[in-house]
């Protein structure tokens, strides 16, 4: 029988995992299908357990769910704990239900797989204290940097996230405007202003002509956090599409026991040397 699986938020309309997954399953030979479920926050937890009933195998969940949803999961891997988010919920054979976290592993797997670089020893900026950054934070640990800064328009957050992170390497949370005459060898914006359009005032000092900037949103075009990167010569600069592609792969992972290959995903997706406007007409 075909197994369903299926990605929650709300909205849901933009999402691209169901084409990700999709590809997927074609590439691998999995009989499966994946759908999109749009579930306002107030149905989240009954109209999730009914998706449950009706024998749904696996789940991605997205913006606004990813705290909420941990409440219908039996127990949570070590990463979800750490991140206090869930964007994976997995049901085991003996009908109990795991929630993970997957952001982290597919942002270092797409830093490390797909751009080659080197982590170790590096110094980190990651530019706001919400949700991804607290996915992220403990897999770009695991990778042994030298130290990594938080830097959030509200930095009472950044402080609190670097506290609550003490335990992992070198951490501070601090607010924009304190990060003059630093200079980092990764900068990741994991804001949402782009979103809106919106560019937080980030010192250009902070980057150098070796710098990677990260975006970890992504679009058809330069992001606004891309756009003012290369403007400011930043050495390399990246939107999150390949990251959005490894945590899927993650995810496909944890439900089927068989790793997708990603690359000929990654090679075609905008900005790509290789990247076709039929696989950008797919991903649209
Ligand atoms: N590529 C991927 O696979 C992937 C995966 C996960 C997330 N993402 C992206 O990562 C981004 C962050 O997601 P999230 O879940 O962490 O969101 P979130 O929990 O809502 O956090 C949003 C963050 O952005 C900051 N922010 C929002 N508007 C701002 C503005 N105008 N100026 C300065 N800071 C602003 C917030 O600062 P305050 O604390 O001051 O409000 C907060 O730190 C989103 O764009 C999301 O799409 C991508």
Known sequence: MTDRY?????????????????????????DLVYEAWDIAPEDLIERVRQLFAEGIRGLNV????KTEIA?????LSS??????????LI??????????NT??????????????VRLAGTRILILGAGGATRGIVP????????????????????RELARDFRL??????????ELGGQNFDLVINATSAGLHGELPPFPPSILGPGTLCYDLSYSMHDTPFVAWAREQGAGRVSQGWGMLVEQAAESFYLWRGVRPDTKPIIAKLPGAPGATDTMQARLA
């Open 62 to 65: 997205t913006v606004p769910h």
């Open 168 to 177: 992992l390497g070198r951490i501070l949370g601090c607010q924009f405007q």
């Open 91 to 100: 049901v085991h054979a003996d009908g109990s239900i795991e929630g993970d």
């Open 71 to 75: 409440r219908v999961a039996s127990r």
């Open 6 to 30: 299926g990605v929650i938020g709300h909205p849901i309309a933009h999402s691209k995992s169901p084409v990700i997954h999709r590809l997927f399953a074609e590439a691998t030979g999995q």
């Open 103 to 116: 952001d982290g592993a597919g942002l270092v797997n797409d830093l490390r797989q797909n751009l080659r």
């Open 139 to 158: 897999a770009l640990f695991e990778t042994r940097p030298r130290d990594i800064v938080i830097a959030n328009r509200t930095p009472e957050k950044a």
């Open 79 to 88: 990463r979800a704990e750490l991140a206090g988010a869930v964007n994976t």
